[in-house]
């Protein structure tokens, strides 16, 4: 939501958004010549596309996105992944970087492990199928996982990175962040706790113009107290 | 079913002042995707959203688009004579209506093989309670993110002798008729309608302009209490942040 775009006001469905000669974007339909927003959020304006940036929803998957799934059941051949959204993903045991034998699933990953991975194919039915080998994908040990609104994922990473860079430059934790809003933190329990902290913050301040400011003060508040 | 979109009939004082007493209050159930509680007269209606979810039992899903399963139930509390708890004939003919208007509203198509479950529970009833929870449950949806092509708007028309009022009686007497009417916004679709006794070919076209002035104005009251809840969650953490 900080990103280049003009973002402005606050919109409810139904509302008219736009001037003439724009295009229908992400969260809006055209009716007639007008463009109508279909969710409540912040009207972005990128180029003659008019866009609605969602402030509440749930994920859905979408084929590249990097996300943090866990184990819901495995068979002898696949997993089966929460994704934090109303659909499951499959990971096949060829698409793991471990040389799985046929039945030996769940002695690799078992139900409730969390694992970074990358979703290689969505189909027209939300059929989700992602894949563990790859760079930057793995299994997660230790840590803690946290939800959060999956339409708050690009104002928790921050334009460029930078609140995100916030986030670990002031914790000195290990954070990452799937696009399906669920965020692995790993550190010291008390930074842990200051990051869950200032999580909170971003999801209640997300209309905010100075998130990056506001955030930088809690942190220093903080270690004020520590 | 559609009606002149430039509605002939304008509120008098009385109607307005009955509108306006309605209390909209958004996110009342933490733990639903979206809640809303709506009073108004004698009805209080709280409604919870949960979905886009995954369908249980896994029969019912749709590979084409999301199944809309609404619940209306009323407390036993609810009426002037006790009402026997759990489902009847009547709250499963309304929950079927409340879907089937509901579905209207929403993307179904967005979201195959899911579930969007919509729980009404009716604290008081009175006169009206059908288009009050179908507002409810529009502005619970626009809370749990789900895209929808308008708000849900409606009205209730009392007609009798002297020709059609919004304000309801405490009490119908046989010789009134009851139209309760879902509007898809402010436009002149109809999604919802019900009329309960007997209504002549001109109370009707009377009673929808009527239905229809005051769907509109509860309509823009729905999108000022919206913009004005995410307004106020601003403010209040402004203060929190100070």
Request: hydrophobic content about 35%; charged content about 25%; overall charge negative.
């Amino acid at each position: 939501m900080n990103g280049s775009e003009d973002v402005t006001d606050l919109v409810v469905p139904g509302d008219t958004l736009g001037e003439e000669g724009m295009v229908p974007g992400y969260g809006t339909i055209k009716r007639g010549d007008d463009i109508i927003s279909t969710r409540i959020g912040l009207v972005s304006v990128r180029g003659n596309t008019v866009n609605v940036i969602p402030i509440r929803g749930k994920y859905l998957p979408r084929r590249d996105d990097l996300v943090i799934g866990t184990v819901r059941e495995y068979s002898n051949t696949n997993w089966s992944f929460d994704l934090n959204s109303p659909y499951t993903a499959f990971l096949h045991f060829k698409d793991v970087p471990w040389d799985v034998d046929f039945g030996e699933t769940g002695e690799y990953l078992s139900v409730g492990d969390a694992a970074i991975l990358r979703i290689t194919d969505v189909d027209v039915r939300y059929r989700t199928t992602v894949v563990l080998n790859g760079p930057g994908l793995k299994k997660l040990n230790g840590g803690r996982l946290v939800k959060i609104n999956p339409t708050m994922v690009p104002l928790v990473i921050g334009k460029n990175g930078s609140m995100i860079s916030v986030l670990k430059g002031a914790t000195s934790c290990r954070i990452f962040i799937g696009q399906n809003g669920v965020l692995w933190v790993d550190g010291e329990p008390e930074d842990v706790d200051l990051v869950l902290g200032a999580l909170d913050l971003i999801e209640r301040r997300c209309y905010s113009k100075q998130l990056n400011k506001e955030i930088e003060l809690y942190f220093a508040d903080a270690r004020m107290f520590h | 079913m559609a009606q002149d979109p430039h509605s002939s009939y304008e509120l008098t004082d009385s109607d307005t002042r009955w509108i306006e007493q309605m209390e909209m209050k958004i996110g009342r159930i933490g733990r639903a995707d979206g809640s809303c509680q709506v009073k108004l007269g004698g009805n209080n209606v709280i409604c919870a959203v949960y979905g886009p979810r995954e369908v249980y039992p896994r029969h019912l899903q749709d590979s084409l688009k999301a199944i809309v399963q609404c619940k209306y139930n009323l407390a036993p509390f609810s009426s002037q004579e006790r009402k026997r708890p759990g489902p009847d004939r009547r709250s499963t003919e309304i929950s079927r209506i409340l879907g089937e208007a509901l579905e209207e509203v929403m993307f179904v198509q967005r979201y195959p093989k899911t579930s969007i479950d919509i729980y009404f529970e009716v604290m008081e009833a009175s006169i009206g309670i059908r288009w009050l929870s179908l507002v409810a449950a529009s502005m619970a949806l626009v809370d749990a993110g789900i895209p929808i092509k308008e708000l849900a708007s409606g009205c209730s028309v009392v007609v009798d002798g002297s020709g059609p009022s919004i304000e309801p009686p405490s009490e119908l007497s046989p010789e009134q008729t009851l139209v309760e009417v879902g509007t898809l916004g402010d436009s002149d679709k109809f999604i919802m309608f019900q009329v309960d006794g007997g209504l002549s070919q001109d109370d009707m076209s009377q009673t929808m302009d009527v239905a229809q002035a005051g769907s509109k104005m509860v309509y823009d009251m729905q999108k000022e209490m919206i913009r004005g809840h995410f307004a106020q969650l601003s403010e209040s953490d402004e203060e929190v942040g100070q």
